[in-house]
Each structure stands twice: as C-alpha cells, then as structure tokens.
C-alpha cells in the first residue's frame, strides 16, 4: 500500500491553456495521485485554474496567493493542493523575499489520510539564478512550517514544489540535512535521490525537470537542470513514509504540446509498516 504524490508547476495560463490543461488532466487521470501540489496557478476574473485541473476528479482542494501578477492584477497568483482524502487543518504563509514585487507564499495542510494525519506542503520560490540568498530564506520558513502541522511519531511530512534550485545549492542542501542555514538544519530526503531511476539514459535518468527537450522551457534559452522537488521527512524505523519510487512525468508532447514548461515530478511512499498484514 502507498501514499502517491504529484508536484507540477503549471505555467499559469501561458498559451495554448485550453489544450495544456487536458494534457494535464490526462496526467492526472492516468498517475490517479492521491495528493498534488500545483505551482503558478492562477485565479480571479472568472479564470479558476484549480478547478480546472481537478474538477471531476474527487479531490478536497485548497489555494493560497502569493501576488497579483504585475501585467495581469485580475489574477491572484500562487500554490495550490490537492487531496483525496479530508483537509483539517491548513497555514498559509508569506515567504521572505527582496521587498519588492516578486512574493512567493507556501501552503500546508493537514490531512485525514486512513493511515493517519499527514503533513503536505507546496511552495514555489523565487526564481531568478542570482536569488539563491532569498531562496535561503525561504526553505527555513517552508520547512518550519511543514515540520509544525506534522503530527509527532506519524507519517513524514511532505513538501514539494518549484524550488528553482539545483541539488548542489545551499538551498536544496539544506533542505536534504547537508548544510545549516543561520543556525538552522532540518532534513528531508529527496524522492528522486531516494528511488529516482538512475540506470535510464539521458535527461530521464538524472531527473531534470527544466529540459530544452521541453519547446516552451527552449525559449528561455537557459540550461537544463532539476528545479522541482518531492521532499519527504525520514521514514519511521517500520518503514512508514519509505519512498519507493520516484520518476519525472508531464513530460511528454502531443501534437505540439507540453503540458507545461517545466516538467512534473511523482513518487509513492509507503503507507503502511513493513510486515503488516496486506
């Protein structure tokens, strides 16, 4: 039995929306991932693109802002989550950022999963190459707030997101309990290092997720690197919250279209003890 998770960051609602959002869909139709994280998602003048993505589906939603878009103020602009089971608890926060327009925000809910309460965080950090300082921030935040709606003795906590990081950054480093920041260490494993399939060739086996495979990432003409992320907390010594698999998806085209410009990544995480009955 296992516990399945999706993070994607959808691209707001860069053209061709209409069509990306079915390739999304079908995405999700064929993972059927019991929680999701959405980034770049977008809401306001009559535009709601969680309900888009979701609506059909079955799942108890939740959306926070982090700005609205300088060029577009109709639309509110942050992270989303989706669950198939209840959400009782959720917090909302403000990451830091550089006092001016850009603001990122992070969403993490408590949710009434059969196995018990889990802790499922999303976030999208600032972007920009030369923004690691901010991104150093940022991960102490998001990461005190995961690990304080996580129930003591339960499931790992989960978040995922856009990180806009490399693995060798001090942001990702410090998230995986490599590097400490201000006095500050946590320490998350990294899905893909955990149980990514190193053994397959090219981009594939090393898990990039902003490709120039990918026409839409091409345009930006920057290097193709892995920027989105499945953390979970360590697993419990029966092995609950063991990440057994872990792969990129939403990285295909059809008839000329992605998904989006980044790709997605997906992991399944075990959901009940090792020996327990079946």
């Not at 991104?135 to 129930?151: G, I, M, N, S, Y």
């Amino acid at each position: 039995m296992s516990l399945s998770v999706l993070t994607l960051n959808i691209w707001n609602n860069e053209r061709p929306w209409a069509e990306r959002s079915q390739r999304i869909r079908d995405w999700i139709e064929r993972l059927n991932p019991d929680l999701i994280g959405f980034q770049e998602v977008l809401l306001g003048d009559e535009l709601d693109q969680l309900d888009e993505l979701t609506s059909g589906f079955g799942y108890h939603t939740d959306y926070v802002p982090a700005i609205r878009l300088p060029d577009r103020p109709q639309f509110e602009f942050g992270n989303a989550v989706a669950s198939r089971w209840p959400i009782e608890a959720r917090e909302a926060l403000s990451l830091p950022d550089r006092d001016d327009w850009e603001k990122r925000s992070a969403l993490t809910v408590a949710i009434a999963a059969p196995f018990g309460r889990v802790s499922f965080g999303c976030t999208h950090l600032h972007w920009r190459f030369h923004h690691g300082h901010v991104r150093e921030q940022q991960v102490v935040a998001l990461a005190d707030q995961t690990l304080r709606l996580a129930p003591a003795g339960g499931f790992p906590p989960i978040v995922v997101g856009d990180f806009n990081a490399e693995p060798e950054s001090d942001e990702i480093r410090f998230m995986k309990g490599m590097h400490s920041i201000d006095g500050h260490s946590v320490a998350f494993v990294d899905a893909w290092a955990m149980a990514g399939d190193c053994s397959l060739p090219g981009e594939a086996g090393e898990g990039i997720t902003w490709s120039n495979r990918n026409a839409y990432a091409q345009r930006e003409f920057e290097p193709r690197r892995r920027i989105d992320y499945i953390f979970a907390g360590l697993p419990r010594r029966d092995g609950l919250g063991l990440i057994e698999e872990c792969r990129v998806v939403c990285d295909d085209a059809a008839e000329g279209v992605w998904p989006s410009d980044h790709f997605g990544v997906y992991a399944e995480l075990r959901s009940e003890p090792i020996g327990a009955s079946r």
